[in-house]
T-cell receptor
Framework: ETGVTQSPTHLIKTRGQQVTLRCSSQSGHNTVSWYQQALGQGPQFIFQYYREEENGRGNFPPRFSGLQFPNYSSELNVNALELDDSALYLCASSLVQGSSPLHFGNGTRLTVT | DQQVKQNSPSLSVQEGRISILNCDYT??????FLWYKKYPAEGPTFLISISSIKDKNEDGRFTVFLNKSAKHLSLHIVPSQPGDSAVYFCAASDGGSGANSKLTFGKGITLSVRP
């Protein structure tokens, strides 16, 4: 069974640039969620995708956007990067049924300078 | 406004003893609670969960207790082992389709188990 994989593991960008982070869901999982974990904080929900459509969104501005592909892989795009976007970005997959827990990837560490 | 609070940032216990990690929440709509464990450079790993219709759930050395009236839950690890040293996150969801993906996390507690 393949777990959740994310790429790249680390990334450095300049303020104002755009970034795309990628995620491959765990085999058999049809829902993907993205979380932002700032230093010293817990993960914060960005949004969730199910059947290639956004299915819930946290308190993040529109410059945070995403995509889910038919093979359940996903992308997180952030436009007009700000210094406060520096964080660990976690992708998680799950089944949309019952109490299926999230399975997280190891994250992408984004640094905005 | 923190809806899930883990007020103690760290805990240190002796190997073999009990570890008790606490978590409080403010949102009455939360109906499902989870604990995740995180090692450095890894993503959080699901540990144990509990539905609001229960007050206790046990899985091996790990037990979660839920006190709905106090909006409080705790994770007990007995006996604690050095490999349990990690950051533990309490998380909650408020139901709905796929709601277990839309989790609200606390800030985490760093547990250190001394040999």
């Amino acid at each position: 069974e393949t777990g959740v994989t994310q790429s790249p593991t680390h990334l450095i960008k300049t303020r104002g640039q755009q970034v795309t982070l990628r995620c491959s869901s765990q085999s058999g999982h049809n829902t993907v969620s993205w979380y932002q974990q700032a230093l010293g904080q817990g993960p914060q929900f960005i949004f969730q995708y199910y059947r290639e459509e956004e299915n819930g969104r946290g308190n993040f501005p529109p410059r945070f956007s995403g995509l889910q592909f038919p093979n359940y892989s996903s992308e997180l795009n952030v436009n007009a990067l700000e210094l406060d976007d520096s964080a660990l970005y976690l992708c998680a997959s799950s089944l949309v049924q019952g109490s299926s827990p999230l399975h997280f990837g190891n994250g992408t560490r984004l640094t905005v300078t | 406004d923190q809806q899930v609070k883990q007020n103690s940032p760290s805990l240190s216990v002796q190997e073999g003893r009990i570890s008790i990690l606490n978590c409080d929440y403010t949102n009455s709509m939360f109906d499902y609670f989870l604990w995740y464990k995180k090692y450095p450079a890894e993503g959080p790993t699901f540990l144990i969960s509990i539905s609001s219709i229960k007050d206790k759930n046990e899985d091996g050395r790990f037990t979660v207790f839920l006190n709905k009236s106090a909006k409080h839950l705790s994770l007990h690890i007995v006996p604690s082992q050095p490999g349990d040293s990690a950051v533990y996150f309490c998380a909650a969801s408020d139901g709905g389709s796929g709601a277990n993906s839309k989790l609200t996390f606390g800030k985490g507690i760093t547990l250190s188990v001394r040999p």
